[in-house]
């Protein structure tokens, strides 16, 4: 029993960054139809960034975690604004092509700028975890796992009570009416891309001093949000954050009870399943054609 | 006179000239310089470096200087079996060393076999690469088996009853695991659960929670550093009360402290060099100016314990050279046979494993055990 209770509690932790990096992913994905392969970069960076800002300037930790974000918010905005503007319309190969390479280039430039091994980062929290019981949990972890839901309700308000959130959700529905309505298309991708980015920048803020950053890391982080995305649905925001936290409870009761060798296939098997009987994900609308 | 002089001088040029215009000797080296293990890879590099350096330094072999051409096997078996090909067909290598972990090893070898080149093996410790009768194999690190059969005699004085394992799921972390729990039950050590976790995992909170509730008294734990490192960390965090056991070698106790910091405190770690005392290993004279070349350098200390095996591999090599009297991969192969290098490991020279009449090379290495204490390493 207690087991399976500190199984659950991982779950929870591990479940609020994985549907944080799903929902940046699934916005740029649902709003502008680009495979982003640079979003595990962008986790990478955000941990880069805290390194930088709190191990090397000796910033204070939260603001060094606001300004992190930011910065991912103008790496994505940039990247969008360089490579992916003069790609709008063109073919999802060419654009998948592009950002493949992007992908590639990022993880090198971090290869580059700060080696292969891998750096820890410093966190003001106490040490000795918190203890409920049976079952005990890092202080970093909670403060993860409050920061991201904080972050995920944010966007989920930014999406659907804003001006901005408004011209997302028409161009995400039918992106030429809305042109036609006066949407800025460009500035809306802009602006999606970024706040994706941003989030993407957030989880690796708030992951790298919980683990260590490393120029690899992106790679699994990538690899799960994708199956997040596809698991909730192309383009859904709470799709994203119920998937996020289905695969954490999964991946932590089947590595705990079934085989932990298969920890990082188990996500996988289940999407499989749920796309046998719900092709588009469990949250997602049909798309309009025509 | 001076002009006579000058005579001399431009004789003795046309004299030297040419053995300065030779080709060098080039040894192929693949190692992880990018990707999952580009840490340990570059510091093997560097101590191969340090060795071409040294070698050059003190008038090549056979009269000619050697030239490492270094490739970049990305840790990633695809691009290893790519870099072996290059080595051996486009830069003619009649050499090779690498490729530090075991499973790009392993997708190297059948090219091995193909060209017929010999490759020495510096990190690996898999069994299979030994065992599976490819006899252009020269493997200078220990296996899992050594490993194990190297620590039996600590069992009683650790006091270990039940053991769990925590391992990486390659051919490394599995190898490993499999020989340490047989080992543990030959001695009547009764074996727990036996974990595994994806190479580039990050999060272990259910295989820890799993290991907490099956209780043993000491974990064992296989994998490259970064995942120790974390290991570590959330193990304090899920206050699992295990004696953590590191093995492999990969596991770079002085990175522990600086990373793990105060979770790293208490653990033991196996290792093959441990330059926290160089006065402690065989040959300590060649350990202790590995040690001082290194830090002059202001190289990683933490690379130190993996710097050491391509300082030890490329001496091999080249005394492999010397030992054979030309550069051809044929003569190469039978002389590594006849070699006794003194490396800072110890002396190295090999003895034959794998099936009969295709026996692959393996030295006997030496194993240390050292403790993490106050963020010091000290002896066991």
């Known amino acids: 029993m207690d087991q399976f209770l500190q199984h659950c509690l991982n779950a929870v932790m591990l479940g609020g960054t994985y549907a944080l990096l799903g929902i940046g992913l699934t916005l740029i994905f649902g709003i502008m139809k680009v495979v982003n392969f640079t979003h595990g970069e962008l986790y990478a960076f955000g941990a880069y960034m805290m390194y930088m800002l709190v191990m090397r300037t000796g910033m204070d930790f939260f603001a060094a975690l606001v300004l992190a974000i930011v910065l991912g918010v103008i790496l994505g905005a940039l990247l969008e604004l360089v490579l992916l503007r003069k790609l709008r319309g063109a073919d999802i190969d060419t654009t998948m092509l592009v950002m493949i390479g992007a992908w590639i280039a990022l993880q090198n430039t971090e290869q580059l700028a700060w080696t292969g091994v891998a750096v820890s980062i410093n966190n003001p929290f106490p040490a000795a975890p918190l203890v409920i019981g049976p079952v005990s949990v890092a202080w970093n972890r909670v403060f993860v796992f409050f920061t991201a839901i904080v972050l995920i309700f944010a966007t989920y308000a930014l999406i659907n009570h804003t001006k901005l959130g408004r011209a997302m959700r028409a161009t995400f529905q039918d992106s030429d009416t809305a042109a036609l309505m006066g949407v800025r298309i460009g500035n809306v991708n802009t602006a999606t891309f970024a706040i994706g980015s941003g989030l993407a920048a957030a989880a690796g803020a708030l992951l790298g001093p919980v683990f260590v950053a490393y120029p690899s890391m992106g790679d699994l982080a990538a690899e799960k949000a994708f199956a997040i995305v596809i698991l909730g649905g192309l383009g859904s925001i709470p799709g994203a954050t119920i998937g996020g936290f289905i695969l954490a409870f999964v991946e932590e009761l089947g590595a705990g009870y079934i085989s932990s060798g298969y920890r990082d296939a188990m996500g996988f098997l289940l999407i499989i399943v749920i796309l046998l009987f719900r092709p588009t994900g469990l949250f997602a609308r049909k798309e309009r054609i025509g | ?380």
Do not use: C
């Open chain 2, 1 to 380: 006179m001076k002009i006579r002089g000058l005579y001399s001088i431009l004789a003795a040029l046309a004299f030297a000239a040419p053995a300065l215009a030779q080709e060098p000797i080039k040894i192929g080296v693949t190692q992880p310089l990018t990707g999952a293990f580009a840490a340990s890879g570059n510091y093997v590099a560097q101590g191969a470096k340090m060795a071409e350096e040294a070698i050059n330094a003190s008038g090549g072999v056979l009269g000619r200087k050697i030239e490492l051409v270094i490739e970049d096997n990305k840790s990633n078996p695809t691009e290893a079996v790519a870099t072996a090909e290059k080595l051996i067909s486009k830069d003619k290598v009649p050499v090779l060393m690498g490729a530090w972990s075991s499973t790009l090893t392993l997708a190297i070898m059948p090219k091995l076999m193909e060209y017929e080149v010999p490759m020495l093996v510096e990190t690996s410790s898999s069994g299979k690469i030994t065992t599976s009768g490819n006899p252009y194999i020269f493997r200078i690190s220990p296996t899992s088996e050594m490993e194990a059969k190297a620590f039996a005699g600590m069992v009683k004085r650790f006091g270990i009853k039940k053991a769990d394992f925590l391992a990486t799921n390659n051919d490394f972390g599995l190898g490993a695991s499999q020989e340490f729990s047989q080992m543990l039950k030959g001695q009547g050590v009764q074996v727990g659960t036996i974990e595994t976790m994806d190479p580039k995992a990050t999060d272990f909170s259910a295989q820890l929670a799993k290991i907490k509730a099956s209780g043993g008294d000491t974990l064992f734990v296989t994998t490259a550093v970064e995942q120790i490192t974390l290991i570590l960390k959330q193990a304090k965090e899920q206050q699992l009360k295990a004696r953590i056991i590191t093995t492999g070698g990969s596991n770079s106790p002085d990175q522990l402290i600086q990373q793990a910091g105060e979770a790293a405190n208490g653990s033991y770690h196996l290792v093959f060099f441990t330059p926290w005392f160089p006065e402690a290993v065989k040959n300590a004279d060649i350990a202790k100016k590995f040690v001082a070349d290194w830090k002059a350098r202001n190289y990683n200390v933490g690379g130190l314990t993996e710097g050491f095996r391509g300082w030890d591999g490329i001496h091999t090599i080249v005394e492999g050279i010397r030992v054979a009297g030309k550069a051809e991969p044929k003569a190469i192969t039978q002389a590594l046979w006849k070699v006794k290098v003194k490396g800072i490991n110890g002396d190295i020279h090999f003895i034959k494993q794998g099936p009969a009449g295709k026996e692959s090379a393996q030295n006997v290495p030496s194993v240390y055990v050292v403790r993490i204490d106050n963020g010091k390493v000290v002896k066991n």
